[in-house]
């Protein structure tokens, strides 16, 4: 596994989500949001899965799975290369489903601030509807890619 420093861990919390890429049947990538749970200092991601669909078949398949992550405002982006397990919904702590918890309060009082200050989004607040989570993606990151332009990190 590879170590994730500090500043990357808070890059990646202070995202509302990440898109993951895995592998389909077919050798097509297919690629998914998700929402993080945790990230972990040795290496480890946990990705919370609503759907037991195309991610979770893939990753039964072929465990090797890609996250990117960007922030549009800092210009900045990461993609962080590994490989990932399923780990069945009886299986995920009681503090992992609570980070969740937290994550979605978060995303639904991010969107109301935004709605009174005018930028209407959608007029359902969808995290509000998400059920449950079915099982818990565990990532365990091999590689870290910088995204981010070399002029913006400072180099030439």
């Known amino acids: 596994m590879k170590r994730i420093p500090d500043e990357l ?3 990646l919390n202070r995202q509302h989500y990440v898109i993951l890429s895995t592998i389909g049947e077919d050798g097509v990538p297919h690629n998914a949001c998700k929402g993080i749970a945790r990230v972990t200092r040795k290496g480890e991601i946990y990705l919370l899965d609503l759907y037991r669909g195309i991610t979770c078949s893939n990753l039964t398949r072929n465990p090797h799975m890609s996250i990117t992550v960007v922030d549009e405002h800092s210009f900045r982006g990461f993609s962080l290369k590994g490989t990932g397990r399923i780990v069945e ?8 489903m609570r980070s969740w918890e937290r994550k979605l309060s978060s995303r639904i009082s991010h969107r109301i601030i935004k709605s009174l200050q005018g930028d209407k989004g959608h007029p359902r607040h969808p995290e509000a509807l998400m059920p449950q989570p079915q099982y818990l ?10 995204l981010t332009p070399r002029h913006i990190e400072g180099g030439s």
Not at 137 to 146: A, F, G, T
Request: charge should be neutral.
């Open 137 to 146: 993606i565990l990532m365990e990151v091999h590689e870290i890619v910088n």
């Open 9 to 11: 861990i808070r890059f």
């Open 89 to 96: 919904r009886g299986n995920i702590t009681p503090h992992l």
